[in-house]
């Protein structure tokens, strides 16, 4: 949080006036465990307590001997949650940089399959600025989860199911 990092990241986004968060709300050190996931999102957009823009999540992962079939990888999604544009796996000492909107979804939706004795660790810090281009200013915004193409799929079979499951039930508690 120097502001010689500032400047750095100022100068490799293109994002003047950078102001890292003080009080890490919702940043700092993440463990997952094994079965662990975390479904495709975008981020709260406003600090609640400075009123300050969110603009960047930067990710360091902390992960020593991380193997591809553990999963974990963090996935980039397109703004219409369409497909996933990157994919990165959380191994030692990556970093990932992305800038912070209302349609810059991400997450690692599949559970991880590590080692019961391993978890997927990360550092987040989140990066913000007193205002934000007049093309991105949005209302505030808490957390938004999004389904991917497959899931919305899943979740409409489970929905008819579930429909199908009280209608026997009514027939058959009579």
Do not use: Q
Request: glycine share 8%; charged share 30%.
């Amino acid at each position: 949080n120097s502001s010689l990092f500032l400047k750095f990241l100022e100068e490799l986004t293109g994002i003047t006036n950078l102001i890292s968060d003080p009080s890490f709300r919702g940043g700092g050190l993440h463990s997952i465990y094994r079965g662990g996931k975390l479904g495709v999102h975008a981020d709260f957009n406003k600090h609640e307590r400075y009123g300050l823009d969110r603009r960047l999540n930067l990710l360091l992962y902390l992960n020593k001997d991380w193997r591809e079939e553990y999963g974990g990888h963090i996935e980039l999604w397109d703004r219409d949650m369409k497909e996933c544009v990157r994919s990165y796996l959380p191994k030692f000492n990556r970093v990932v940089i992305f800038t912070t909107t209302s349609a810059s979804f991400h997450g690692h939706p599949e559970p991880l399959s590590c080692p019961e004795h391993m978890n997927r660790k990360s550092l987040a810090l989140y990066y913000y600025t007193n205002g934000r281009p007049e093309e991105e200013i949005e209302e505030c915004h808490s957390t938004v989860f999004k389904l991917r193409p497959d899931e919305k799929a899943e979740g409409k079979l489970m929905i008819k199911a579930k429909k199908v499951f009280r209608r026997w039930s009514k027939l058959f508690n009579k």
